[in-house]
């Protein structure tokens, strides 16, 4: 038993003498087992393709970018063991990440990272993403159809939308995750965010949709809503030097606040149960009303929840 346990704790020490020499060397970061300490093999190859119209991507451990350029190709940089598999078929890309296997027990891999690449010219009608540990970018690219959700609710992807358009969301789960929109539109969008995720828009369009917030918080500045429909429980939504046009209704329960400040908006019907509403430098006790019959209406309605406007 002895040999054993010596055996052992050598091999200990070699492999971490393998992980050390990799990070000092700049190279591999990690090192599995499979019937001994091994170093990780990197691979970074890009392939073109033929054209697709959709996009289903299902994995763990993986991050994904759409991106326009000079034509169709997908790029993947990553670890070769747990490389992402893909292929089209009825005009649809598949890619599916794979579990990682047989690596020490500090997870010290970088995630992998497909690269998928549409001409310029050309937008996508269906894009599916069933993710876990990863990151979903969209950059400059027009989808028609979009899903989100997560492949294992303990650990949810992240999506950034940077100049991108998006014409219908039909469903988008955030479980402590972000969503960041920056010089993007988004419309017919159903978002439900829980568990402390976070919802950050920038110089955007959101057209009638729907955000549902658990324990969340929401930050909107520099933009433009329109029709927005959000039901919120426990959480804190800013929203700043916005243009607010046609009905936009908040709903809160419970704690969290709601604070706005710069809007460009005709109409408030502002309503706060058990908490308070403060429109500039005044406090209106329960409630403030202004030109509620306005085509542009702002509706805050909480039950604890104070209201702010400044």
Excluded: C
């Amino acid at each position: 038993m002895r040999k054993y346990f010596v055996t052992g704790f050598y091999l200990l020490i070699v492999g971490g003498l393998l992980l050390l020499g990799g990070f000092i060397m700049g190279g591999n970061k990690s090192v599995v087992w499979n019937h001994g300490f091994k170093i990780i093999q990197k691979i970074d190859e890009t392939y073109p393709l033929s054209n697709f119209k959709n996009v289903y991507v299902e994995g763990r451990n993986t991050n994904v970018t759409f991106r326009l350029g000079g034509r169709y190709k997908i790029r993947i940089d990553g670890e070769k063991s747990s490389e992402p598999t893909y292929k089209i078929k009825n005009n649809t890309l598949t890619v599916t990440g794979q579990e990682r296997k047989n690596h020490v027990g500090v997870d010290l891999l970088d995630d992998n990272n497909v690269t998928i690449t549409i001409p310029m010219n050309q937008s996508l009608d269906n894009v599916n993403v069933r993710l876990a540990e990863g990151n979903i970018k969209i950059n400059d690219v027009t989808i028609d159809n979009f899903i989100k959700s997560a492949k294992d609710l303990d650990y949810d992807s992240n999506v950034y939308m940077s100049d991108a358009t998006i014409n219908n969301i039909e469903k988008m789960n955030l479980y402590d995750a972000k969503l960041t929109m920056k010089n993007s539109k988004i419309s017919n969008a159903n978002i439900v965010a829980s568990a402390y995720s976070q919802i950050t828009a920038t110089n955007s369009t959101i057209l009638k949709s729907s955000f549902n917030l658990d324990e969340s918080k929401m930050n909107i500045k520099q933009s433009n809503l329109d029709t927005l429909k959000s039901l919120n429980n426990h959480s804190k939504i800013s929203i700043s030097k916005t243009t607010l046009m046609n009905h936009n209704d908040f709903r809160m329960f419970g704690a969290g606040h709601f604070i706005g400040s710069g809007l460009s908006v005709e109409g408030l019907d502002l309503t706060s149960e058990h908490g308070y509403v403060r429109y500039f430098d005044k406090k209106y006790g329960n409630s403030y009303q202004n030109k509620v019959d306005a085509n542009n209406l702002l509706m805050i309605k909480t039950t604890k929840a104070p209201i702010t406007i400044k």
